[in-house]
């Protein structure tokens, strides 16, 4: 369980994800971990990968595998050849690991990975969503998806539904991010953030939080650290 958020400016991108791993079984649910990384670069390039759903892939955290040479290469060697054809290397990748442990799940989870950032070929940043939905009758599909200017996904996004394409106040507003500098688009997610624990805390429930990471990417690189 997750809340990922990202806002797309006219040269950066700003990812903001919490910091829970939680742990569900058919009697009890409880959180394992507090400062689990979600947000991850990729050395070389102006790239992260940000995820959502289940926690670990087969035996290994997700963090592992991510940051394992293998998908690290898929990214840095097709970067200049563009985001779809990196999408498609990472799911090459990846498919083989997500799938199994897909539908081996009890509670049919499933799996998303967001790839931001700037690519050579084309004239803005960009923003991927790539899910591996768990079907019935043991199917596991892959879906992928352009995000916008402002994104929100993991279980968090019921806190923010009604604010993702209204204006958050007087002075934060969708529509303003795209040309709007870095400064702007961080502090609308933290804003946003805030907005969606209330929501949170007024629910009586306990679906993200702990220590949430952020992640700045622009020409210069990536810039990740504490939000």
């Known amino acids: ?13 700003v990812l903001m994800a919490d910091g829970f791993s939680i742990e569900i079984s058919e009697d009890k649910t409880r959180v ?21 759903g289940v ?5 290994l955290p997700v963090a592992d595998v991510i940051e394992q040479e293998a998908v690290q290469d898929a990214v840095q060697q097709s970067w200049r ?3 779809n054809v990196t999408a498609a290397k ?20 499933n799996f998303g990975l967001w790839l931001a ?5 084309t004239d803005i940043p960009e923003v991927i969503e790539i899910y591996w939905n768990n079907l019935p009758f043991n199917r596991v599909r892959v879906q992928m998806k352009s995000l916008g200017d402002l994104s929100v996904g993991g279980s968090g ?13 007087g002075e934060y507003e969708m529509k303003k991010i795209f040309e709007s500098p870095p400064e702007y688009s961080m502090e609308y997610l933290k804003r946003l953030y805030d907005r969606a624990e209330k929501g949170q805390a007024k629910a009586k429930e306990e679906l993200f939080g702990g220590t949430r990471k952020m992640a700045l990417i622009t020409a210069d690189g990536v810039d990740l650290g504490e939000g």
């Open 1 to 13: 369980m997750t809340l990922i958020l990202g806002a797309r400016g006219r040269q950066h991108v």
């Open 55 to 59: 926690n670990r892939l087969g035996a």
């Open 157 to 169: 996004l019921k806190y923010l539904r009604d604010l993702v394409s209204k204006p958050l106040d």
């Open 81 to 83: 050849r563009g985001l």
């Open 32 to 52: 394992a971990k507090r400062d689990l990384t979600k947000l991850f670069g990729v050395e070389g390039v102006p790239v992260v990968i940000g995820h959502f």
């Open 90 to 109: 990472v799911i090459a990748q990846l498919d083989a690991m997500v799938a199994p442990t897909l539908k081996s799940h009890p509670l049919r989870s």
């Open 117 to 121: 950032g700037l690519w050579p070929c």
